[in-house]
C-alpha cells in the first residue's frame, strides 16, 4: 500500500511509515535497512522539532502542525502525520507535482486509518509531549527587545502581507539578528530548535535522492495557524521566518533574501499550493 505513492506520483521515489519513537513500520523497495532506520530516526526527530516551533508562528488555541516540506537541489522530503503517534514521509525528484504527491500522501493515510496508530511507548505524559500534533502553545513571549533587532529584516516583514517574525542565525547557530518585538529567551528557543531542526533536514539528503552531500536549501514547517521556514543564508548562516497561515511565503522569503542576499536561494511553494503541498 505504501507504493502507491511512488507507483502513482511520477518523480516520487521513496515513502516510509515510521513511529513517533523512529521505529520503521513500513518501506518501500529498495532501500537499505540501514537507510530506512537512520531515515525514520531523522524524521521522528524532526517532527518533535516542528511541532516544538509552532509558538514562533504566532498564538493560536489549538497549534496543530500539518506538515514538514525539506527542498534539496537534487529532491524534495514530506512528512505528515499518519494517525496517533505514526508518521509518513516521501521523497521526490526536483520537478514532482507538489500538489499530486500531497494528494496521494494523504489519501493512503486516509485509506490505512487506525491500522497506522502506534501505541506509546513511553509514559502517557512523555506520549503526549511527542505524538499526534494537537499540542497547545506555550504562553506567548513579552514584547520586549532581544538586543539584536536589525532594521533590514523589520522593513522584510513589513513589506509582506502576514508576515510575523524573522531570525538570522549565524554560522554557530546563534541568533545574529532580529525582527523588533522578540524577546531573547524566544529568539534562543527558536534557535536552539531551528539547529536540531536543520540537522535533521540534512540527514534525509540521502533519503531525498540518494547523495550524502546533496546542497540542502530550506525547511519549511507548516501549522494550522502559520508558517515557519528556515532557509539557508549563506556562509553557513540560515534565516528563520514565521507568517500568518494566509501569508505568500514565496513573497516573504523573496523580501527577506532581498534583504539580506543569499547566494543559492530558492523559490518556495507559493499561495498556489497553499495547505496541500
Known sequence: MVRDIVDNVPRARNAVVLSADGIPRGATDGMTEADIRTISAAMAGMQSLSRATAQFAGAAREARWNQTIVEFSHGWVF???AGQGAFLAAAAEPDVDLQQISFRMHRLVARLGGNLT???????????????GGESPGRPQAAVSSGLELPELD????????????VLLDDRGLPRGTTSGISKDLADTVSAAMNGLHAYSRATSRFAGGQDDGLWRQTVVEFQHGWVLLTAAGDDACLVAAADHDCDMEEFATSLHEALPSPGASALPGEGTGGDV
Open 155 to 166: 522593513r522584510a516583514v513589513a513589506g509582506v502581507r502576514g508576515a510575523r517574525h524573522a
Open 79 to 81: 512528512l505528515i502525520g
Open 118 to 132: 502506534a501505541a506509546p511507548r513511553t509514559s502517557a505524559g512523555q506520549a503526549a509531549a511527542g505524538g499526534g
